[in-house]
């Protein structure tokens, strides 16, 4: 359900709206048949004692379970990976001019940047963090925001409100026609999350509309079955996410607890899966309870190719997580488009930092999410893929740290 804004409502979308030249790129084409929606039913907040054991795998690329599908009457459609390079975008003019770089982030073939901002300060990082991409993939596009609403818990938890606004406010002056926020919590009531983070007052005073995902319709579910996924029949991922003429998430830095091991832009995507089918099987169960948790994060990501992805790692959990857990001062902002690039960064920061055994174990991109997400061809498969940029020299000698966990691991 939208949370619409009153009709006499007049505010910085209405400035920037009439600021910006529209007429840009046409929708996409509808993708997907209609199909079944996972039961409306509120999840109940989950503790360590409520949550399935974390069952363990030893992942090789070729490896899959041998799974009977679950039945369904619900209408499939089998998706192709999404390709390893990103679509490009042409570079447009912003509202501040971009800091001169310390390192150059001049593009390169096969290369996914990774903005990478030093500060303590959210906004700011926002700002210069899209300026060192110095692309737009925005303009003249209905825009569906992902943010990391699994519980209303203080950030790292979740979503900052200062990131939250500073980014819809450079969405906005980059020429976005619509912005709407969609999620779906699940350690909490979805609506209940969002009012407790103000969310449908900051979106009346800025303009973006909201779409409470496990409110949906049966209509607005699509059933996905990725090739040789590791779900035992497919998942049901918001035909509003899939069809979205530009999807941006943002997202924290932290740990998972409950299996994931770390939970950064990969997994910040089953937000946007049903948890229950039409016949009240449970996907979210499922899910937590395999083996194959972390491909199966992976595979989700085959829904869809993000048009941008802000992480939040001004503060990062270094254990525990996802709504508490050890808490660091990381005072980082990352931004980019490659999700395999980016979470491989953020877990090279989590290393920095000092984190979980499991987070520490083996190469970085032997880590079981990051290690399918490439295999699918989801993102770079490799540390040398991977450029940092960024904009000064306090940021460039944190990234330099970085860079090096990169390489070693």
Excluded at 186 to 209: P, V, Y
Excluded at 216 to 225: I, P, R
Excluded at 267 to 280: A, C, F, Q
Aim: net charge negative; hydrophobic share 40%.
């Amino acid at each position: 359900m939208t949370e619409p804004a009153p009709n006499h409502f007049f505010s910085r979308r209405n400035l920037l709206r009439q600021a910006v030249t529209l007429g840009a790129l046409a929708a996409a084409a509808s993708l997907l048949e209609a199909c079944g929606r996972p039961g409306v039913q509120t999840p109940s907040r989950l503790s360590d004692a409520g949550m399935p054991p974390t069952p363990t795998s030893s992942y090789t690329p070729t490896r899959k379970p041998s799974a009977t599908p679950v039945p369904s009457s619900t209408p499939t459609h089998t998706l192709e990976p999404s390709p390893t390079s990103l679509p490009s975008a042409t570079p447009t003019a912003r509202s501040s001019p971009t800091p001169a770089p310390t390192s150059t982030p001049t593009p390169q073939a096969d290369v996914a940047q990774v903005a990478f901002v030093k500060t303590r300060q959210r906004a700011e990082g926002v700002r210069r963090a899209l300026d060192l991409l110095g692309s737009n993939p925005v303009q003249g596009k209905a825009v569906l925001l992902k943010p990391n609403f699994n519980s209303a818990d203080p950030a790292p938890g979740s979503t900052h409100e200062d990131v939250l606004r500073a980014l819809v406010e450079e969405l906005w002056g980059m020429g976005a026609r619509g912005i709407t926020l969609a999620d779906r919590s699940g350690m909490d009531n979805t609506r209940r999350a969002m009012q407790q983070k103000g969310i449908f007052s900051l979106a009346e005073e800025m303009g973006f509309d909201t779409l409470v995902l496990d409110e949906l319709e049966d209509q607005a579910w699509v059933l996905v079955q990725p090739p040789d996924s590791h779900w035992q029949g497919g998942f049901p991922f918001a035909r509003s996410c899939l069809e979205a003429e530009a999807l941006v998430q943002t997202c924290c830095l932290k740990t998972h607890r409950f299996g994931g091991h770390f939970t950064l832009s990969l997994k910040n995507s089953v937000g946007m899966v049903g948890k229950y089918g039409p016949d009240g099987y449970n996907y979210m169960q499922e899910l937590h309870a395999s083996a194959y948790q972390r491909l199966m994060i992976a595979e989700i990501n085959t829904a869809y190719t993000p048009a941008l992805v802000v992480v939040d790692g001004v503060e990062a959990f270094v254990s525990g997580g996802p709504d508490t857990g050890k808490r660091v001062e990381a005072e980082v902002m990352l931004a980019g488009r490659d999700r395999v690039a980016l979470d491989a960064v953020g877990v090279a920061l989590l290393r920095y930092w000092g984190t979980t055994p499991e987070v520490r174990r083996g190469l970085i991109f032997e880590q079981e999410q990051i290690a399918r997400a490439a295999e699918l061809g989801l993102g770079v498969d490799g540390p040398d893929q991977i450029q940092i940029v960024t904009d000064d020299a306090d940021s460039e000698a944190y990234a330099a740290q970085i860079r090096e966990i990169l390489a070693g691991g």
